[in-house]
């Protein structure tokens, strides 16, 4: 059974930085696809950075140059790191992985596991 969890959120004032963590088990394979994504109220959930099924991340220009993501194999545990963070960065997030090749962001179809999110405030 694959268990997708998430952690780190909190609030902050604008400026400001949070790192999250998403530990994941389950996973038939070491590799795979991972992304994490926020949704706002009212806004449809957007993807923000993804490590691929070729390695390779992918980060959302919305975020590029203040979120990055990376991943521990060794503890089956990925990250974003957010600094300079905004008010508009407002949001639930999340993180999702999938045993399926993705590659870039994905799409949220793509994903099969999910994790129950994690509340980031960030005030002005």
């Known amino acids: 059974q694959v268990l997708v969890l998430v952690s780190g959120g909190g609030s902050v004032q604008a400026g400001g930085s949070l790192k999250l963590s998403c530990p994941v088990s389950?996973?038939?394979?070491?590799?795979?696809?991972l992304g994490w994504f926020r949704q706002a109220p009212g806004q449809e959930r957007e993807g923000l950075s993804a490590?691929?099924?070729?390695?390779?991340?992918t980060v959302a220009d919305s975020v590029k140059g203040r979120f990055t993501i990376s991943k521990d194999n060794a503890k089956n545990t990925a990250y974003l790191q957010m600094n300079t963070l905004k008010p508009e960065d407002t949001a639930m997030y999340y993180c999702a992985a999938d045993e399926k090749r993705i590659y870039g962001l994905g799409t949220l179809a793509q994903y099969n596991y999910w994790g129950q999110g994690t509340q980031v405030t960030v005030s002005s």
């Open positions: 389950g996973m038939t394979y070491s590799t795979y696809p």
């Open positions: 490590i691929g099924s070729d390695g390779r991340t």
